[in-house]
């Protein structure tokens, strides 16, 4: 079956570090598309940063310049940079892997930014 696991979640302060990782199994990971996306406490759930199977990323403009996605296809794994955390990051990220008419996700990593 086709799990997508999230860690790397946890405490930081406003400026601080973090790296998430997405490992997955059960799929050609190579084939897929890949997003991470936050949700943070009643709000909705955002798209963060996304990358192609070719290795072209998007990003949102609230995370441009700080996030850094990108994949490591020999370790089936998905990784999220965070620097420069700010207190508005706080949220339960969650990964997603997708191709056409299929998507597959995490059931997340929570992130807290607190002084």
């Known amino acids: 079956q086709v799990q997508l696991v999230e860690s790397g979640g946890g405490l930081v302060q406003p400026g601080g570090s973090l790296r998430l990782s997405c490992a997955a199994s059960?799929?050609?990971?190579?084939?897929?598309?890949l997003g991470w996306y936050r949700q943070a406490p009643g709000k909705q759930r955002e798209l963060v940063a996304t990358i192609t199977r070719g290795g072209a990323t998007t990003y949102a403009d609230s995370v441009k310049g700080r996030f850094t996605i990108s994949r490591d296809n020999t370790k089936n794994t998905a990784y999220l940079q965070m620097n420069n955390l700010k207190l508005e990051d706080t949220a339960v990220y969650y990964c997603?892997?997708?191709?056409?008419?299929?998507?597959?996700w995490g059931k997340g990593t929570l992130v807290t930014v607190s002084s």
């Open positions: 997603k892997a997708g191709v056409s008419g299929t998507d597959f």
């Open positions: 059960g799929l050609t990971f190579s084939m897929y598309g």
